[in-house]
Nanobody, 123 residues
Framework: VQLQASGGGLVQAGGSLRLSCAASTRAFSDYIMGWFRQAPGKEREFVAAISRTGRSTYYSNSVRGRFSISRDNSKNMVYLQMNSPKLDDTAVYYC?????????????????WGQGTLVTVSS
């Protein structure tokens, strides 16, 4: 599985931004998809995950209520809608895939990773 994240950039605090992740696999719906992020000097952390069908989602406490994860299995795409971002949301965002059961929140539980896309939140 190859993953390509895109959509990062500069966004004002309180604005909105949507990240996208394209997956190159014929079995996209076999995988749980997740978003992680890594801020400078910090460890990579879980942001959100979505089940194979897209009916179930799971979020970290820091983004719940502001961010929304979704997927389109017909297009092999997963998205992260970032609403009302804060300065602390500045990080490189990674999409990831795993064949394990849902939900999964640890970095080591994901088998495939995209290259990351930088999101910078300005005041």
């Amino acid at each position: 599985v190859q993953l390509q994240a895109s959509g990062g950039g500069l966004v004002q605090a309180g604005g909105s931004l949507r990240l996208s992740c394209a997956a190159s696999t014929r079995a996209f719906s076999d995988y749980i998809m997740g978003w992680f992020r890594q801020a400078p000097g910090k460890e990579r952390e879980f942001v959100a995950a979505i089940s194979r069908t897209g009916r179930s989602t799971y979020y970290s406490n820091s983004v719940r209520g502001r961010f929304s994860i979704s997927r389109d299995n017909s297009k092999n795409m997963v998205y992260l809608q970032m609403n009302s971002p804060k300065l602390d949301d500045t990080a490189v965002y990674y999409c990831a895939a795993t064949a394990k059961s849902f939900p999964r929140v640890e970095v080591h539980e994901y088998d495939y990773w995209g290259q990351g896309t930088l999101v910078t939140v300005s005041s």
